[in-house]
């Protein structure tokens, strides 16, 4: 029988327009489960910081003194990062191509900001594939947190590196999911890692090494312990990042804009080491899982005090990025702007 509306009309109350009473709990039960496991992971955040950061630093010694930061300090840059990859990721709508309930939960978030405190921390057991490392580390961990949820975290780390997602048997995260190694979930959140790392970049990340060694020591080290061939390979890394401040990914009509501000006081000088690292931030955003939506596009956009100058950076070293043909079908825009 139907039941009457305050307008007069009836609305059936059907059995067959309500979802089943078992469906309903099942829902319940897994939201009430999901806060549980929130919580859990939420009131542990802090200890788990601490506990990375006491590892790294015991283990200064087997970090590679010649890379870039990857300390604890790397790692708050990152969770600064990830919140801003979210909040553009989440208005521009990329998560409903990706997730079953359409936008991260709570609990995903949580799980990518502990997956970002622990993703280097293979960093203190090697340093050639220290993103395995990192997911033997973490499945090794135990404090009360659930095994399938460790899980998740571990694979994560593993695949925010090419050598970590080339060991799971894949070239790509996108692969991966093709066949059948990971589903969607896991590369979303995978890419979420790998972007939010890639803005790491610039000055800020080659202002000491993860032993808190200025630049300008550990450059002369370099240069010191090893031939001129391999001092120079390491070198660029170092002189490139010095060439711009840190990266910045905003939502822009709709699309990613990658806004980075140039130096031009080091763009004569370090112009391909700059243009190369660019090159490497926009290879991590639009090789991720986030490029197979079929909307997806970046803009690239370089700010500059002296436009001139950085035209002129820019024609010099513009076959850097077109050279790349992975990276010319995404990046629509390529322009100078001044700061």
């Known amino acids: 029988m139907g039941g009457g509306g305050g307008d007069g009309r009836s609305y059936s109350t059907s059995s067959r327009d309500r979802p089943p009473a078992?469906?309903?709990?099942e829902e319940i039960e897994k939201k009430v489960e999901e806060k549980s496991d929130f919580t859990n992971l939420k009131n542990n955040e802090e200890d788990i910081k601490n506990f990375v950061k006491i590892e790294m630093e015991k283990a200064l010694d087997n970090l590679p003194?010649?890379?870039?930061?990857?300390?604890?300090?790397?790692?708050?840059?990152?969770?600064?990062?990830?919140?801003?990859?979210?909040?553009n990721f989440?208005?521009?709508?990329?998560?409903?191509?990706?997730?079953?309930?359409?936008?991260?939960?709570?609990?995903?978030?949580e799980i990518l900001r502990y997956t970002i405190i622990l993703h280097d921390v293979g960093y203190s057991k090697s340093k050639k594939d220290h993103s395995s490392a990192s997911k033997e580390y973490i499945e090794k961990i135990n404090r009360g947190i659930k095994e399938s949820i460790i899980k998740d975290i571990a694979?994560?780390?593993?695949?925010?590196?090419?050598?970590?997602?080339?060991?799971?048997g894949g070239s790509s995260l996108t692969d991966l999911v093709k066949k059948g190694k990971i589903g969607d979930r896991i590369a979303f959140l995978a890419s979420i890692l790998t972007i939010s790392d890639a803005l790491d970049a610039g000055k800020q990340r080659v202002m000491q090494n993860s032993q808190n060694e200025p630049a300008n020591r550990v450059i002369e080290r370099i240069k010191t312990k090893?031939?001129?061939?391999?001092?120079?390979?390491?070198?660029?890394?170092?002189?490139?990042?010095?060439?711009?401040?840190?990266p910045l990914l905003n939502k822009k009509n709709g699309n990613f804009n990658l806004s980075?501000?140039?130096?031009?006081?080091?763009?004569?000088?370090?112009?391909t080491k700059i243009a190369f690292r660019i090159v490497d931030i926009i290879s991590d955003i639009?090789?991720?899982?986030?490029?197979?939506s079929k909307k997806f596009n970046l803009e690239l956009s370089i700010l500059?005090?002296?436009?001139?100058?950085?035209?002129?950076?820019?024609s010099e070293n513009r076959l850097i990025f077109l050279s790349e043909e992975k990276l010319s079908s995404n990046v629509k825009i390529i322009g100078i702007e001044e700061d």
């Open 226 to 246: 090893y031939s001129t061939i391999k001092a120079e390979s390491k070198l660029e890394h170092w002189f490139g990042h010095q060439g711009f401040s840190n």
């Open 304 to 314: 500059s005090k002296n436009k001139e100058k950085a035209n002129k950076w820019y």
């Open 286 to 292: 639009t090789t991720s899982h986030i490029s197979s």
């Open 22 to 25: 078992k469906t309903i709990m």
């Open 65 to 87: 003194w010649d890379h870039n930061d990857h300390s604890i300090k790397h790692v708050s840059r990152v969770l600064k990062n990830f919140s801003e990859v979210v909040k």
């Open 155 to 168: 694979i994560i780390a593993q695949l925010h590196t090419p050598e970590g997602i080339k060991k799971l």
């Open 260 to 271: 980075i501000k140039l130096d031009t006081n080091l763009s004569e000088k370090y112009g």
């Open 90 to 109: 989440e208005e521009l709508s990329f998560s409903k191509e990706f997730l079953k309930d359409n936008k991260l939960s709570k609990l995903d978030k």
